[in-house]
């Protein structure tokens, strides 16, 4: 098998992992109100009550514009208020609310319904999974800081 097939063929099973999550829950449940992104967001926020944009940004891997729009969604949807800072008067912080707690705890509850099955892989399958997606970020990061 040359290289360039073999990038595709690992490139496409994590199409098809991703693809199979999404329709597993996302797609095919319609109690779900919330996208994978701002369920990512309000789960965030539970473990780390007032934090900002740039952070939660950080921890979902995305820029700060992109996560201004779900952010903005949510505090729509009343999932999630910004107030300011005490300390910086400049900074705002987020923080969920009640409506954005329960719906948080019912779509986890319908996650792991849905997904659990996947821990049914023997646990040091699991972690060598985890530990070769640490080492392909960490040589595409490289490649991406050789390329600046």
Not at 102 to 111: C, F, S
Request: proline fraction near 2%; hydrophobic fraction near 40%.
């Amino acid at each position: 098998m040359t290289d360039t097939y073999e990038v595709f063929y690992i490139i496409n099973s994590f199409r098809q992992v991703n693809q199979m999550l999404f329709r597993a829950f996302w797609n095919e449940n319609k109690q779900i109100e919330l996208t994978s992104i701002q369920f990512m967001v309000l789960s965030i926020l539970r473990e780390r009550p007032s934090i900002g944009v740039n952070e939660v940004a950080e921890l979902c891997h995305m820029g700060s514009s992109s996560m201004s729009a779900v952010i903005e969604r949510l505090v729509k949807g009343e999932y999630i208020i910004r107030t300011r800072s005490h300390a910086d008067r400049r900074s705002v912080m987020l923080q969920i609310t009640d409506k954005g707690e329960k719906a948080q705890q019912e779509t986890h509850r319908l996650w792991m319904e849905r997904v659990s099955p996947i821990l049914n892989i023997p646990k040091e399958d699991l972690d060598h999974l985890l530990r070769i997606h640490t080492q392909m970020i960490e040589k595409l990061e490289g490649r991406e800081m050789n390329n600046q």
